[in-house]
């Protein structure tokens, strides 16, 4: 059984969290006592129908204001797979949190209401999702029952919609439109027969046939040290492992690599997994490695296979979503964190700045705000070891933290 | 291997990638440590994520006093087949010192009473960071929470001004004074816990397994019949049933659900089977809807 992550963007009242309270309900995941809590508070409010974006919308202030100001986690499994949806908000202001909740996905679910069609923040989900190389996206456009379960609603949907796709620069993404009713459950976890017209699959159908193929870029192996493991013990005196997580591609022992940024030469002795040793390390595996030579390697370094380095270079441009209330300016410092790997950035310049909703560049920028995307070329104080983007999800990305305040500020996509 | 073919492997290799990113950020970084299966979970991936070396950070127990004396028992002999470090600090001493007050009445609780126990012990070993067992399936504020969760000088949480987690890239830079609130297994469900309990072949406290207490019952729940902890009404009569603890808190906030499941196996199936989530049976979260929050935004757990 695989996990899934799925990251969801949808705007104000396009009953994102009636969807995955839905998807809850009808596949069992929520307990009596949830239900209960449901059933209680949806009655309360005079509701003739079970409120399910209650099971979902946690923080008070959301509670009172019924709309969702971050992300929240919410689990649940099928016989076949473990879910776990990362509920983004949608607002203009929150770009922020659907970057952090798509981060982590390997899918998500992009919401229209029926009855508005394409809008302005339409075109700013798909960006976020183009830009983060979400490999598998589904447009499900909600709310049919508000219009009589209409072909013709769907197809002028789905047309403008694939006008925006012909506008994205990452094509390797699967698009899929289900039209559905997450209120009456039509075509979310149970197909509907309201609309004889569609020959796709419900919701979860899609999501539950999703293999690692569809979800997951494969690239090289890269193995970013996270610490160095040294027991200084009878049994393990001479003991020198390098942990950490393989990322991109799998490491097997005998594997000629090379250390960065040494660039010293050596050989996979070799992986440990707890107290048991293996021949390979599969990818996002979080496992203890050691060389055949005695080298010195310490945190924040990376071990590669030979013939296959990423870049190293002391700077780099990169698309960056500005997260901070504080501008990003030219000048400013910021440390880079690129995995485990810290180092002092500052801003050399800010080439453009990318409207979210593909309406163009603005190339007259002197700071970034909230929310804002823009290709920036930082200057680093030591090389970090990079591919890009494009080839390397893991590798391609680091959070900016700010020097004075130690918030994570901006997330990056290097170029 | 393929680590990544199952779920729960793969929640394990994040587990031990966010203790691997504890020991190396922090430098006085502690596992709070309550004798429940979601503390002896973590303590398992730490023994795994460090390996061969030793768990280089202490264990921490704020002790109510009102454990089930079943958990005590086995944290210390956890701790002593490991080999590890336990700090134990009390609640009982910030009541005598005057810091807090006990609760009175028919649900008077410890379980609140720990915060102040636990900031002053955080405090006066300066830990910069603490590892929790807490799930983000538990309860819906926790569903927010990040993995590296910020509190300030006061132990606050301030969940509108969450840093941003993204990828799995965790920003453990802080300010003298604050300390960050570590959750490895935030994006574990309860099932999930049981079944690597079960594939781990972990030992556990015995009460939660089915076994045969003398119990109340008071709004539909199960309680332990022990008269020192427990507050009681004489009409609320004692019974004997066979019951199983789900979470293993204080006495006075658990409650026990009747169960045959006497091995890990049926356990899980129960769990498998279950209808009624693991928090229905914490009478602490049943005080309000926002009583999590609230509790978080003091600085608890």
């Not at chain 1, 296959?308 to 030219?330: G, Y």
């Amino acid at each position: 059984m695989e996990v899934l992550k799925i990251a969801t963007a949808g705007s104000v009242d396009d009953g994102k969290s009636t969807l995955i309270g839905r998807i809850l309900y009808d596949t069992k995941s929520l307990t009596t006592d949830k239900l209960e809590a449901i059933e209680k508070t949806s009655k309360q409010r005079g509701y003739d129908y079970l409120d399910f974006s209650l099971a979902t919308d946690g923080l008070v202030a959301e509670r009172e204001q019924g709309i969702t100001i971050d992300v929240a986690h919410i689990y649940f499994s099928t016989k076949k797979k473990s879910y776990i949806i990362a509920d983004t908000p949608g607002h203009v202001e929150y770009t922020r949190n659907m970057v952090t909740g798509a981060s982590t996905s390997q899918a998500s679910i992009i919401l229209i209401d029926a009855r508005k069609g394409v809008i302005e923040q339409t075109n700013r989900h798909f960006f976020i999702n183009n830009l983060l190389r979400i490999k598998d996206v589904v447009v499900t456009i909600n709310k049919m029952d508000l219009v009589d379960y209409s072909e013709e609603v769907y197809n002028k949907i789905k047309a403008d919609f694939e006008e925006l796709m012909s506008k994205r620069d990452y094509q390797d993404q699967k698009i899929t439109f289900i039209p559905v009713s997450a209120l009456k459950g039509d075509n979310v976890v149970n197909k509907s027969d309201k609309m004889p017209w569609y020959k796709g699959e419900a919701l979860l159908e899609h999501l539950e046939q999703l293999n690692k193929a569809d979800i997951f870029n494969v690239g090289t192996p890269r193995f970013p040290v996270q610490y160095v493991i040294r027991p200084k013990t009878e049994d393990f005196h001479d003991f020198r492992g390098y942990a950490g997580k393989v990322y991109g591609g799998n490491l097997s022992v005998g594997d000629d690599v090379i250390v960065l940024p040494s660039k010293t030469r050596s050989k996979i002795k070799d992986i440990y997994f707890y107290n048991e040793k293996y021949e390979t390390a599969s990818r996002r595996s979080s496992v203890t490695i050691t060389l055949e030579d005695d080298i010195n390697v310490s945190r924040g370094d990376m071990i590669v296979k030979e013939g296959d380095l990423p870049t190293i270079e002391k700077q780099f441009t990169a698309n960056v979503c500005w997260m901070d209330s504080n501008q990003l300016t030219p000048g400013g410092k910021y440390i880079v964190q690129h995995g485990v790997n810290k180092v002092l950035a500052k801003v050399d310049r800010i080439n453009h700045k990318i409207h979210p909703d593909y309406s163009g560049i603005d190339h007259d920028v002197t700071g970034l705000g909230v929310n804002d995307i823009a290709s920036v070329t930082f200057k680093l104080n030591k090389p970090i070891f990079y591919d890009q983007f494009k080839n390397h999800r893991t590798n391609g990305s680091f959070i900016l933290i700010d020097t004075q305040t130690n918030n994570t500020v901006g997330a990056g996509f290097i170029q | 291997m393929n680590k990544d073919t199952s779920h729960i492997n793969s929640l394990e290799n994040e587990a031990i990638y966010i203790m691997r990113e504890v020991a190396a950020q922090f430098e006085k970084p502690v596992l709070l440590f309550s004798g429940g299966k979601d503390s002896i979970t973590l303590v398992r991936l730490a023994v795994k994520a460090f390996y061969p070396a030793k768990v280089p950070f202490p264990l921490m127990h704020i002790d109510t006093g009102h454990n089930f004396p079943e958990t005590i028992e086995f944290r210390d002999r956890l701790v002593e087949e490991l080999g590890l470090e336990l700090i134990v600090r009390n609640v009982q001493d910030s009541i005598d010192q005057g810091k807090v007050k006990e609760e009175s009445g028919r649900y008077a609780s410890r379980n609140m009473l720990q915060t102040t126990t636990l900031l002053d012990a955080i405090e006066e070993f300066k830990f910069d960071a603490c590892i929790g067992g807490a799930r983000r399936d538990e309860e819906k504020a926790r569903a927010k929470e990040r993995i590296f969760s910020v509190r300030d000088d006061f132990g606050q949480w301030d969940e509108k001004n969450q840093r941003p987690e993204l990828f799995d890239m965790l920003n453990g830079e802080i300010e003298h004074g604050q300390n960050v609130r570590v959750f490895p297994i935030s994006n574990w469900t309860e099932l999930d816990v049981w079944s690597y309990i079960e594939q781990e072949n972990i030992e556990i406290p015995s009460i939660y397994f089915a076994h045969k207490r003398k119990v109340f019952l008071r709004d539909g729940m199960i309680w332990s019949a022990d008269d020192e902890v427990v507050y009681r009404d004489n009409h609320e009569e004692v019974v004997e049933e066979l019951v199983r603890f789900r979470t293993v808190g204080d006495m006075s906030c658990t409650a026990a659900v009747l169960s045959d499941a006497t091995t890990i196996s049926k356990v899980v199936e129960e769990i498998r089977e279950s209808t009624i989530s693991e928090r229905g049976a914490r009478i602490d979260d049943k005080r309000s809807e926002a009583a999590m929050e609230k509790r978080k935004q003091q600085g608890y757990f």
